[in-house]
């Protein structure tokens, strides 16, 4: 499991230059992985921040804090221009989607579509993306007529790091940091900040135990009572636990994989 904080300030590398740094990531909070990542482009597009898919990743170097993907400098500035301060609706990330040639992720039944990992490399030239575009438009007008009823947003990390944790008896600290499998992207755990009543403690917790996220009052409904939040491994960001603790802490919280 990697961190997304650590993430946070990787160059992206394109085929032919460097594009920028990420400064966030975009997830859905209905499977808990991340959709994108939020690119300051700098001084090259003026400051513009850009969305990359997951789907375009083709390497990460953590050593050398670089994300590599499959896509040219001329891509990505031509790429639909998205309010990253704002959540992104369905309707944009189907434009970026369809600009890209990506097949839509909540339109089959594994985490990524109609696959369980992102299509590494899996752009498309234009031509093939709007023959794509055809060949799936009835599929995605039915997908479309399910979602005009819940026009699912994604939400940035960086808005979310800070929300205050309410489980079921008692708040219990907040939102610190999330950690994601590198493979396909999904947010195993979050990491919980418990310094209003347990100074200096970071615990983690799966999201699969996280009832709803208001996003009004800004904090998380966890259903877990503080006294197993209290029980629960703790958390080293300089020491992360090993992949074989995961199912440890799924069944602690009696949710196994």
């Known amino acids: ?29 209905e499977k808990w992985t991340i959709r994108h990542l939020v690119v300051d482009t700098g001084g090259w597009l003026s400051g513009r921040k850009v969305l990359i898919s997951p789907r375009s990743v083709v390497g990460v170097n953590w050593a050398d804090e670089v994300v590599r993907v499959d896509l040219t400098q001329q891509q990505i500035e031509d790429s639909p221009d998205i309010d990253t301060d704002r959540p992104v609706s369905r309707q944009h990330e189907t434009e970026f989607d369809n600009y890209y040639g990506y097949p839509s992720y909540w339109a089959g039944p594994f985490l990524w579509g109609y696959a369980p990992l992102p299509l590494f490399g899996g752009t498309l030239p234009i031509e093939d993306a709007r023959r794509r575009a055809v060949e799936d438009s009835g599929r995605q007008e039915m997908t479309e007529r399910f979602e005009q009823e819940r026009d699912h947003h994604l939400r940035s990390s960086k808005e979310v790091v800070g929300y205050d944790i309410q489980a079921t008896n008692d708040a219990m600290g907040h939102v610190e940091d999330f950690l994601f499998d590198e493979e396909d992207w999904s947010i195993q755990m979050v990491v ?66």
């Open 1 to 29: 499991m990697r961190s997304v904080k650590e993430l946070q300030g990787f160059t992206i590398a394109a085929t032919d230059s460097e594009i920028g740094a990420i400064d966030a990531v975009y997830f859905d909070d």
């Open 192 to 257: 919980v900040a418990t310094s209003n009543w347990w100074p200096g403690k970071h615990v983690l917790i799966s999201p699969r135990r996280i009832d709803y996220v208001s996003w009004n009052d800004k904090n998380v409904v966890v259903k877990i009572t503080r006294e197993e939040i209290e029980n629960s491994p703790e958390y080293d960001a300089q020491h992360p636990s090993p992949r074989e603790t995961q199912g440890d802490l799924y069944r602690h919280f009696d949710r196994m994989t």
